[in-house]
């Protein structure tokens, strides 16, 4: 199964974009990297999914590199209601989801 | 189109009982898989079930079991409870077992005193 890293915990202020990157380095050919947001004492919601170059739905950009090693989760002017954990994870055979250990994001005034 | 449900919500325990959980899935996903959230231990997958089958087992003791019925819905099984049991339980659904994006519940919490 692919391992993924990510920081432990960002900060950031309203309005400005947030980035974070998560490496998989030994992600398989055929997974799919999806990201999640999860609020204290609730699920982890679907953010975004993609399996190469860029990616963007209508609440974050999803950039992938050619080697797919690494991928940036790009947040586009946080707001205080983005705080949240931020998941990011490799689907592999089986469909078997492995979480890495989470990016707190505290978005501040 | 309703999310996933996760029944009870909250739920107290004592050492040695054993607790069922119960998951509802999206209308229409065949895949229900389950997690146990822990702050040491982050998100960590129990199992997957698909069409009643299991399909896939993460690395937890045999006091954790599960089953899936022919509606999809799914219940979770924790016999024995130990303090270390005392977590979020979380559970997902997906359309098949092809899909990747897996919808969450909103999880029911279980404290083991």
């Known amino acids: 199964l692919a391992k993924t890293t990510q920081p432990i915990s960002m900060d950031s202020y309203e309005g400005q974009e947030v980035n974070i990157t998560c490496s998989h380095n030994n992600i398989a050919t055929n997974d799919y990297i999806t990201w999640y947001q999860q609020f204290p004492s609730q699920g982890p919601r679907f953010i975004i999914q993609?399996?190469?170059t860029k990616v963007t739905n209508e609440v974050a950009s999803l950039f992938i590199p050619a080697d797919r090693k690494s991928s940036t989760l790009s947040l586009p002017r946080v707001s205080l209601s983005d705080t949240a954990v931020y998941y990011c994870?490799?689907?592999?055979?089986?469909?078997?989801?492995?979480f890495g250990g989470g990016t707190r994001v505290l978005v501040k005034p | 189109k309703a999310g996933v449900t996760q029944t009870p919500r909250y739920l107290i325990k004592t050492r040695g009982q054993q607790v069922t959980l119960s998951c509802s899935p999206i209308?229409?996903?065949?895949?229900v898989s389950w997690y146990q959230q822990t702050p040491g231990q982050g998100l960590q997958f129990l199992f997957e079930?698909?069409?009643?089958?299991?399909?896939n087992k993460g690395n937890f003791p045999g006091r954790f079991s599960g089953r899936q019925f022919s509606n999809s819905r799914s219940e979770m099984n924790v016999s024995t409870l130990e303090l270390g049991d005392s977590a979020l339980y979380l559970c997902a659904s997906s359309l098949t077992i092809s899909t990747d994006t897996q919808y969450f519940g909103p999880g029911t919490r279980l404290t083991v005193l």
């Open positions: 079930y698909f069409s009643e089958t299991q399909r």
């Open positions: 993609g399996y190469k």
């Open positions: 209308s229409g996903h065949r895949s």
């Open positions: 994870l490799v689907l592999g055979a089986g469909n078997k989801l492995t």
